[in-house]
Structure formats: structure tokens, C-alpha cells
């Protein structure tokens, strides 16, 4: 079993940054490919972007390509998603999730609580 927990989200207005982390616990000895998705009220939950076992391949939404940074440290056990010049459209419950780079939920078999973002205009 793995368990994820997400830090990091809060209030920002539009153009501002914030930092996610994903701190990775439990059967830790296999270094899952990760990945962060997002869901606003009343939506789907939504691809961001994900990383692969050692770092060297990223993924990003085109909605946020440019803008957020994945990364990964194996040894911390953590996952982040830098987010910069955020939007409104950016406000969501980020979830990070562990068991693939694809950018379909369902490929996944670890999800965290979430973490709530909002983006004020």
C-alpha cells in the first residue's frame, strides 16, 4: 500500500504562484511514476501532469503547459507541482496520485485526499 498527502494549496490571486507537495509513504521500495490531476465543482477530474519513475520524463497538460513544473525527489519521498501565473480556470482540489504517467485516472492506483487551490481574479 502507498499513501499520498498533499500539501501546499490556498488562496492566490490570478498571476500569482504556489507549490504543491505530495509526500509519498507506505510500500515506498518501488518508485511509482506519479502524476497530479485536478476537479473543479462540478467537473471531471482532469489531467495536469505526471513524471515518470526517475524524473527524466514530465507531462503536462496543454492548459498548463509553461506554467507548472513537476518534479520529484526519490530519496525525499516527494512529489511537486510548482504552479505559476495561475488563472481563475485554475481553481480546483489538486490530487496527486501514484502508478502511471498517462493522463487517465483510471490508470492509477494511489490518490491523496487532495489539496484546495483557488485562484481570485
Known amino acids: 500500500q502507498v499513501q499520498l498527502v498533499e500539501s501546499g494549496g490556498g488562496l492566490v490571486q490570478a498571476g500569482g504562484s504556489l507549490r504543491l507537495s505530495c509526500a509519498v509513504s507506505?510500500?515506498?521500495?518501488?518508485?511509482?511514476?506519479m502524476g497530479w490531476f485536478r476537479q473543479a465543482p462540478r467537473k471531471e477530474r482532469e489531467f495536469v501532469a505526471s513524471?515518470?519513475?526517475?524524473?527524466?520524463?514530465?507531462y503536462y497538460a496543454d492548459s498548463v503547459k509553461a506554467r507548472f513544473t513537476i518534479s520529484r525527489d526519490n530519496a525525499k519521498k516527494s512529489v511537486w507541482l510548482q504552479m505559476v501565473d495561475l488563472r481563475p480556470e485554475d481553481t480546483a482540489v489538486y490530487y496527486c496520485?501514484?502508478?502511471?504517467?498517462?493522463?487517465?485516472?483510471?490508470?492509477?492506483?494511489?490518490w491523496g485526499q487532495g489539496t484546495q487551490v483557488t485562484v481570485s481574479s
Open positions: 496520485a501514484a502508478g502511471s504517467t498517462v493522463p487517465s485516472p483510471s490508470n492509477y492506483n494511489y
Open positions: 513524471i515518470n519513475w526517475n524524473g527524466q520524463n514530465t
Open positions: 507506505g510500500r515506498t521500495n518501488t518508485f511509482y511514476s
